[in-house]
């Protein structure tokens, strides 16, 4: 028996496929698709010596940034693996639980995604924080690959595709042909990394502090702009709070300004994706040059992000169908 066929015994096996992600986390159940999508994000109470959980996933949203006191917001992954293993547990004892609570399986068996790069630690950090939230864990299989699946690629015909899953906490390009990862090349960076340039660039610059929210919000209206000339010059009205007047304040700064800060960090994305494709061989180099390179994940969306690597590699760029539920649906589509 091949280790394909090996794997692919084991994930039909498999009751749930989980996208653990920095931003979010998706359950695919098998037979309803995905049924949970939430952000992975826990309030704990540090009041007592030991840390009680109040509240998990979409109802901690709005406490991001507005915590106090014994209040901790806690992102159980941080650039695409495990951070901290308590929040970790309880998001996914939580999400597990939303996902089949009534089914009562006693110990479910699932596929997880992982990063294509995540190291023998950081993969075994997982599996015991997911064994501990009551999940047999069967395989762990690569993000690109799945993402790969869901985005509807011929990942297992004897053709090259390229795909690039942008995510909130890593960016990762994989070449695939004949159901494998043939060549694959990751940065720990996304999403977060982006608001988090958009807040330095404030603060640095103008003395103007904003918070993870207006970043974000900030974030998605500038992705949408980029081809729109006349919205470029115009200004963005900021609220947060003025260091050098030390209080709450409005601020207004162009959009091209913020443009830039975009820029450099798809530069940094351009690059590895640079990288990936002088690795490639030349029969999948030309399949790609036909097809073109596919983008899924969240910062899909973000059309400096596509224009960049258009521009690098002289390659159309195509965005998956429902890029944020790539990783989830291939993995879904890969447990039959
Ligand atoms: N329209 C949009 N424009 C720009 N960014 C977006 C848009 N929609 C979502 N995002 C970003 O996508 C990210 C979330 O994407 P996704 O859910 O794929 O990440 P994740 O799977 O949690 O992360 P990772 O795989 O890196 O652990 C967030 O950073 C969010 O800001």
């Not at 009041?47 to 915590?67: D, I, N, Q, S």
């Not at 479910?108 to 999940?135: F, M, Q, S």
């Not at 900030?218 to 729109?228: A, H, N, Q, Y």
């Amino acid at each position: 028996m091949t280790t394909t066929q090996h794997a692919a015994l084991k994930r039909g096996a498999a009751d749930l496929a989980i996208d653990f992600g920095t931003a979010n986390t998706r359950i695919y159940v098998r037979g309803s698709g995905i049924v949970f999508e939430e952000p992975s994000l826990c309030c704990f109470s540090d009041e007592t010596w030991e840390p009680k959980l109040l509240a998990v996933g979409e109802a901690v949203t709005r406490m991001v940034g507005r915590t106090s006191g014994p209040l901790r917001i806690a992102r159980p992954l941080a650039r695409g693996v495990l951070n901290d293993i308590e929040a970790g547990r309880e998001m996914l004892r939580h999400a597990i639980h939303a996902s089949i609570g009534r089914r009562r399986l006693r110990s479910p068996r699932a596929i997880i995604g992982v990063p294509a790069d995540a190291t023998h630690a950081e993969r075994t950090a997982l599996v015991t924080t997911a064994n501990d939230a009551g999940v047999r864990v069967v395989e762990l299989v690569p993000e690109p690959l799945a993402a790969a699946f869901g985005a509807g690629l011929p990942v297992e015909e004897p053709e090259g595709s390229m795909l690039i899953e942008c995510g909130a906490g890593t960016t990762e390009v994989g070449v695939l042909s004949l159901g494998a990862l043939c060549v694959q090349r990751s940065v720990r960076i996304g999403g977060h990394a982006l608001n988090q340039a958009i807040i330095d660039h404030l603060h640095s610059r103008h003395k103007f502090l904003i918070g993870q929210e207006t970043a974000e919000r900030v974030k998605l209206e500038i992705s949408e702009r980029l081809f729109d000339d006349q919205s470029n010059t115009s200004d963005l009205e900021l609220k947060g709070h003025n260091v050098l007047s030390g209080g709450p304040a409005t601020f207004c700064v162009s959009a091209q300004e913020l443009i830039g800060v975009i820029d450099r960090h798809a530069a940094l994305i351009v690059d590895v994706v640079r990288d990936a494709l002088n690795e490639t061989p030349p029969e999948l180099s030309r399949d790609i040059h036909d097809r073109g390179i596919y983008l899924s994940g969240g910062s899909a969306s973000v059309k400096i992000l596509q224009h960049a690597i258009t521009q690098a590699t002289g390659l159309r760029t195509h965005v998956a169908d429902e890029p944020l539920r790539c990783v989830a649906k291939g993995l879904g589509a890969m447990m039959v």
